[in-house]
């Protein structure tokens, strides 16, 4: 069975750090772009961050660059999202999403329709 497992989320501060993992089962990931999505209560899903299967290209949503890092340990078939300097409006349910190619087209890096599995979602609450 192909699955996606996300883990790490949880309740921080403002400031503060929490690192996303995205294991997958079933398959092997690294020869699949994966990216990261989250929805807060009331709002479309957003993509926030990508990274092709090679490592060589990633993406950011605008409102995460510089605090957010995504990377991959091929090794443990498994993406990171590593999260800093978190703030309320990041509160939302993350989602990550594997590809059926190792790489998407520019601009197409935040589009639902390009990803095929996902996982259940973990849910990031910044709050004091």
């Known amino acids: 069975q192909l699955q996606l497992v996300e883990s790490g989320g949880g309740l921080v501060q403002p400031g503060g750090s929490l690192r996303l993992s995205c294991t997958a089962s079933?398959?092997?990931?690294?020869?699949?772009?994966v990216g990261w999505f989250r929805q807060a209560p009331g709002k479309e899903r957003e993509g926030v961050s990508y990274i092709s299967a090679s490592s060589f290209s990633t993406r950011y949503a605008d409102s995460v660059k510089g605090r957010f890092t995504v990377y991959r340990d091929n090794s443990k078939n498994t993406v990171y999202l590593q999260m800093d300097s978190l703030k309320a409006e990041d509160t939302a349910i993350y989602y990550c999403a594997s590809t059926d190619s190792p790489v998407l087209r520019p601009q197409t890096e935040f589009q639902v329709y390009e990803y095929d599995e996902w996982g259940q979602g973990t849910q990031v609450t910044v709050s004091s």
């Open positions: 079933g398959f092997t990931l690294d020869t699949y772009a």
